[in-house]
């Protein structure tokens, strides 16, 4: 048993995101050929379809491929920046902060969307305040910060109240959840998962439903309530089934494959495991197909097969290193090294906790090549809102001044105006 809960510890997971529906007009979106379109229209298409354009691809991107989350942010910001053109550079910033919040740089990405806020107050986009609220109570999930993730989980709810292009009003309800969640009240997690689940089925939002019986299937799961949590997960993935993305299908998969090797059914734990990869390995998900050579190696090593173990760790950590994915290769060298341990062959141990040693400095140096080019990315933020902002103070001075101009204009006038009259009556009386 000690084994089986060690591997659900270890086990590569990836839980769909939380903040999938980010934006508030459902769609079906295609994999390859409107992938393409979409991308042609947001370089090249006009103002309005760039930015459609940028929210159909963030939508797709947020549970298929992170990073490429940043190029469509970056794209359409520098757009607004290069043409003047304001709600691209909102849109940019916003997508940009998401990525921040799902990369780690949660701090980041709360300020970034943050300031977003008072441009859409102002013009009074409720549809944009409420993806914003959102992605900032995912921000404070990550931080566990209960209270400020259930404000804002709250705010977004209340904003898309007056949204009219929501079509069900489910938007915030996933982040209320996972607030509920955070504050262990998982009676009210679940019952507004439920709540989710009963509207969401009705206008058939099949990438919110599987979303949502995932997270009932791992709450079910961490409770001990294997079989109600299996259910969940097989309803997560028929869901995903029906929509037109490779992750969510991938994911339900994995859990899936989790739940069969604690309840002891390895066989079809393998089959779940090989599914995933079979489906990864379509779309060339590079990164996710090193983390199921990976679960494969986790798999054989806890029922002791340790060859065959050995045999996925290193197809891993070979893939890892043919794209510089630097984590995943340390994490299979790592894995490596413990199947030689319990080998007894020190020799291959010690060359692989070499090469770990080595990817460390790597990582750190990658890191902080990274953490340089996202700060730059953010000072040139910065100084777009920094001319925004003069840009407005500037125009409110010189309508201030025109104001005081017209008023003074008026007041001369009014005392000419006076004038000219008592002069008159004087010429009158004089008469």
């Known amino acids: 048993m000690f084994g089986k809960m060690f591997f659900l510890h270890t086990m590569k997971t990836q839980l769909l995101n939380l903040i999938f529906l980010l934006f508030t007009i459902s769609f079906s979106y295609s994999?390859?050929?409107?992938?393409?379109?979409?991308?042609?229209?947001?370089?090249?298409?006009?103002?309005?379809?760039?930015i459609e354009a940028a929210k159909q691809l963030s939508l797709y991107y947020q549970s298929e491929s992170i990073d490429t989350l940043r190029i469509v942010g970056e794209t359409i910001f520098f757009y607004g920046i290069d043409?003047?053109?304001?709600?691209?550079?909102?849109?940019?910033?916003?997508?940009?902060?998401?990525?921040?919040?799902?990369?780690?740089?949660?701090?980041?990405?709360?300020?970034?969307?943050?300031?977003?806020?008072s441009n859409l107050q102002e013009r009074g986009d409720l549809g944009l305040l409420s993806?914003?609220?959102?992605?900032?109570?995912?921000?404070?999930?990550?931080?566990?910060?209960?209270?400020?993730?259930?404000?804002?989980?709250?705010?977004?709810?209340e904003y898309n109240k007056g949204n009219k292009e929501s079509i069900d009003k489910t938007e915030g309800m996933i982040s209320l959840a996972e607030a509920f969640l955070l504050q262990k009240k998982e009676s009210k997690a679940i019952e507004t998962y439920q709540d989710y689940i009963s509207i969401a089925t009705k206008s058939k939002n099949f990438r919110g439903l599987s979303s949502a019986y995932s997270r009932l299937g791992d709450i079910y799961r961490i409770s001990g309530k294997l079989d109600l949590s299996e259910s969940y997960f097989k309803k997560s993935f028929q869901m995903a089934k029906k929509t037109n993305l490779t992750s969510p299908?991938?994911?339900?998969?994995?859990?899936?494959?989790?739940?069969?090797?604690?309840?002891?059914?390895?066989?079809?734990?393998?089959?779940?495991?090989?599914k995933a990869l079979t489906l990864r390995e379509a779309v060339n998900d590079l990164k996710s197909i090193s983390?199921?050579?990976?679960?494969?190696?986790?798999?054989?090593?806890?029922?002791?097969?340790?060859?065959?173990?050995?045999?996925?760790?290193?197809?891993?950590?070979?893939?890892?290193?043919?794209?510089?994915?630097?984590?995943?290769?340390?994490?299979?060298?790592?894995?490596?090294?413990?199947?030689?341990?319990?080998?007894?062959?020190?020799?291959?141990?010690?060359?692989?906790?070499?090469?770990?040693?080595?990817?460390?400095?790597?990582?750190?140096?990658?890191?902080?090549?990274?953490?340089?080019?996202?700060?730059?990315?953010?000072?040139?933020?910065?100084?777009?809102?920094?001319?925004?902002?003069?840009?407005?103070?500037?125009?409110?001075?010189?309508?201030?001044?025109?104001?005081?101009?017209?008023?003074?204009?008026?007041?001369?006038?009014?005392?000419?105006?006076?004038?000219?009259?008592?002069?008159?009556?004087?010429?009158?009386?004089?008469?």
Not at 34 to 50: A, H, I, P
Not at 87 to 99: C, D, M
Not at 131 to 149: F, P, Q
Not at 250 to 273: C, M, P, Q, V, W
């Open 31 to 50: 994999q390859s050929n409107d992938s393409k379109n979409q991308w042609s229209k947001l370089t090249n298409g006009s103002e309005t379809e760039r």
């Open 83 to 117: 043409n003047h053109y304001q709600p691209a550079i909102e849109f940019g910033k916003i997508t940009l902060a998401e990525f921040y919040v799902m990369n780690g740089r949660i701090n980041d990405g709360i300020v970034m969307a943050k300031a977003t806020l």
């Open 131 to 157: 993806n914003v609220s959102r992605i900032i109570s995912s921000g404070y999930r990550k931080l566990e910060d209960g209270n400020s993730a259930m404000l804002w989980a709250k705010k977004a709810i």
């Open 249 to 274: 299908k991938a994911h339900a998969l994995n859990n899936l494959a989790i739940i069969y090797f604690e309840k002891g059914d390895t066989l079809n734990a393998r089959l779940s495991f090989e």
């Open 291 to 431: 983390e199921s050579y990976y679960n494969l190696g986790d798999y054989h090593f806890y029922i002791e097969q340790y060859s065959k173990a050995l045999f996925w760790y290193k197809k891993s950590a070979e893939i890892a290193r043919r794209n510089h994915l630097l984590k995943e290769e340390k994490d299979a060298l790592l894995a490596s090294a413990n199947v030689y341990k319990k080998q007894s062959e020190s020799v291959q141990e010690i060359l692989c906790l070499e090469k770990v040693i080595a990817l460390g400095n790597d990582i750190k140096l990658t890191q902080n090549a990274d953490a340089e080019d996202l700060t730059n990315l953010q000072h040139e933020i910065w100084k777009t809102d920094f001319e925004q902002t003069k840009t407005k103070e500037i125009q409110k001075e010189n309508s201030l001044k025109f104001y005081i101009l017209l008023i003074i204009s008026c007041s001369l006038a009014i005392a000419l105006i006076l004038v000219l009259v008592k002069l008159k009556k004087m010429k009158k009386s004089t008469n």
